[in-house]
C-alpha cells in the first residue's frame, strides 16, 4: 500500500461557530478531510477519519465565539486531531499517517 498522507486542510465554514446561520465563508472555518487514493477502501476510511475527528473536535468548539477563537483551537490542537486520525488508520490496517495543516 502507498505511503501517502491524509491532510486535513483546515480553511473556512461553520464548523466551530456557535450561531454561524449566514455560511458567510468569513465568519466561519470549515475543515477538509482528504483520503489516500479515489480507492472505496481509502475513501471508507476518510469518512471514518472525519467521523472521529468530528467527535474530537465537537466537544473542544462548543463554546468558540468566533473564527478567530476556533481556529486558535484547531492549531492547539493539531497534534492530538492526527493522533486521532492515525488510531483510525492504524485500527483499519493502514500503515501511513495523518498529518494536520491550517
Known amino acids: ?8 486542510l483546515i480553511a473556512v ?5 456557535v450561531g454561524c446561520s449566514s455560511f458567510d465563508d468569513k465568519d466561519c472555518l ?3 478531510i482528504r483520503a489516500n487514493s479515489n480507492e472505496q477502501i481509502d475513501q471508507n476510511v476518510k469518512y471514518m477519519v472525519k ?20 481556529k486558535q483551537i484547531v492549531v492547539e490542537n ?16 493502514f500503515d501511513y499517517k495523518s498529518s494536520a495543516k491550517v
Not at 465554514?13 to 461557530?17: E, H
Not at 467521523?51 to 476556533?70: I, N
Open 1 to 8: 500500500m502507498k505511503k501517502l498522507i491524509i491532510l486535513f
Open 13 to 17: 465554514l461553520f464548523f466551530g461557530m
Open 30 to 32: 470549515r475543515i477538509h
Open 51 to 70: 467521523d472521529a475527528v468530528v467527535e474530537f473536535l465537537t466537544p473542544l468548539l462548543a463554546d468558540a465565539t468566533d473564527k478567530t477563537k476556533a
Open 78 to 93: 493539531s497534534k492530538q486531531i492526527c493522533e486521532v486520525a492515525n488510531t483510525v488508520l492504524e485500527k483499519n490496517g
